[in-house]
């Protein structure tokens, strides 16, 4: 039988939206089910690196993104003795010599505004998704779908992983996170600020529409934030009034980390933060999707994808681990606390930024231009993805 579908993406997150986007240009037929009627009103992600802008453009989405984001070049970095110095992206080896800050909802909205409303069944929370010989079933309500692929965008807590018993061990870190969105009255403009105090982390990005996020590190997670909490810790910690009355919105996190053991099954392939997790400090959830959607969609335009689905096992499993491994060791870092840790935090921050050949490998790192395999023409040739698909 003729499946429905090419392919099913279940969850139109940003990871969900962007691979439909890179599908649809290659003329295959494919459907978004999201759950979802209306957009999430509260955004998570706020950087957009490089490599990802580099995906954008084969859409020619990166000029748009640009025009709504606001790119931040440099970093600056206080401890508790005061300044340590800057972080630049501005050297970084790449056209885009910043991380355009863009909040995640409008990277939502951008994407699916490019696919179309008619590419999206809203409101099609999917319950069951089977595998047949040639094809794949997936129901949502009363109504069954078919597709030669399913993919599974559908979040951290995949409802799809889990129905296809697929392991993902976790681990639950013992950082705590509140956040919140304000009115910027502070004169840092574009510039980002990190804040490593002695009693806890701070960190300050902006963002487009003369707002700022502040995210906090607290001793645990703080499920009922007090009102006013936010501004009273940013004010203890850094001095810096932030009135409440800016306040914009909040949440609290607790970040964990997983890998999953196979990102594909069959016909049923994982994707985004359905495949892994990371600590959301290093801003590389998203991104880390993202490549996992232009590496998928170039695996679902072979002939027979089933070929490349080891690879794209293999590359985006290394990927997403750096990813993770480089995001737990900036958080741990960063929210060292007491007078002696952040004594050698500081020596060692404020030797590292003092140097312009560090600073700008920095710069490149929490840009993930050194991620391994993080854009496609950086998989090598050894086994054979390239040579297969005839990828320079
Ligand atoms: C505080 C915070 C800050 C962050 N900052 C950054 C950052 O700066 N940069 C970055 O790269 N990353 C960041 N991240 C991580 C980023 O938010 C995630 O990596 C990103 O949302 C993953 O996108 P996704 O599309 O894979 O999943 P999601 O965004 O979770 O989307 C999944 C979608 O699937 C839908 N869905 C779920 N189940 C079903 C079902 N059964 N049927 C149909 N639909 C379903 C959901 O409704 C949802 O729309 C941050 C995260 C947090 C929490």
Request: net charge positive; charged share 20%; aromatic share 8%.
């Amino acid at each position: 039988m003729k499946p429905d579908f090419d392919v099913i993406i279940v969850g139109g997150g940003p990871v969900g939206l962007l691979l439909a986007c890179l599908l649809k240009k290659q003329g295959q037929r494919t459907r978004v089910l999201e759950k979802r009627t209306q957009p999430k009103s509260h955004s998570a992600a706020i950087g957009i690196t490089p490599p990802s802008l580099k995906i954008l453009n084969k859409l020619g989405l990166t000029d748009s993104f640009v025009a709504h984001g606001l790119k931040v070049r440099d970093c600056f970095v206080h401890g508790q003795s005061g300044p340590l110095g800057c972080m630049t992206f501005r050297n970084i080896p790449d056209q885009h010599p910043y991380v355009l800050a863009l909040p995640q909802v409008m990277t939502a909205a951008l994407l699916q505004k490019h696919l179309g409303a008619e590419e999206i069944e809203a409101g099609s929370e999917v319950s069951e998704v089977k595998q047949l010989a040639d094809h794949c079933l997936v129901r949502t309500g009363n109504r069954q779908w078919t597709a030669r692929y399913v993919v599974a965008c559908d979040g951290w807590r995949s409802p799809v992983r889990e129905h296809i018993g697929m392991k993902a061990p976790a681990h639950t870190y013992d950082s705590h996170f509140i956040m919140g969105d304000f009115m910027d009255r502070t004169s840092f403009g574009d510039e980002a600020h990190l804040f490593f105090t002695a009693t806890g982390a701070v960190e300050s990005f902006p963002l487009p529409g003369g707002q700022r996020r502040w995210v906090v590190q607290t001793d645990k997670t703080l499920s009922d934030l007090p009102a006013g909490r936010i501004s009273e810790l940013i004010q203890q910690r850094t001095g810096i009034q932030v009135p409440v009355a800016d306040q914009i919105n909040e949440s609290a996190f607790t970040p964990h980390r997983f890998n999953c053991e196979r990102y594909y099954d069959g016909r049923i392939i994982l994707c985004g933060d359905a495949a892994h997790g990371m600590s959301p400090i290093g801003g590389q959830g998203m991104n880390t999707g993202f490549a996992d959607a232009e590496f998928l969609a170039e695996v679902l335009a072979h002939p027979d994808p089933s070929t490349l689905l080891p690879a794209y096992n293999h590359y985006r499993q290394q990927a997403a681990k750096a990813a993770i491994l480089r995001a737990e060791w900036g958080m741990w870092f960063g929210t060292w606390r007491g007078k002696p840790r952040s004594f050698v935090r500081d020596t060692l921050l404020r030797f590292l930024l003092s140097h312009d050949s560090i600073t700008t490998r920095l710069g490149s790192f929490y840009a993930m231009l050194t991620i391994p395999f993080n854009t496609l023409d950086r998989v090598p040739l050894s086994l054979g993805f390239n040579r297969v698909h005839g990828l320079k």
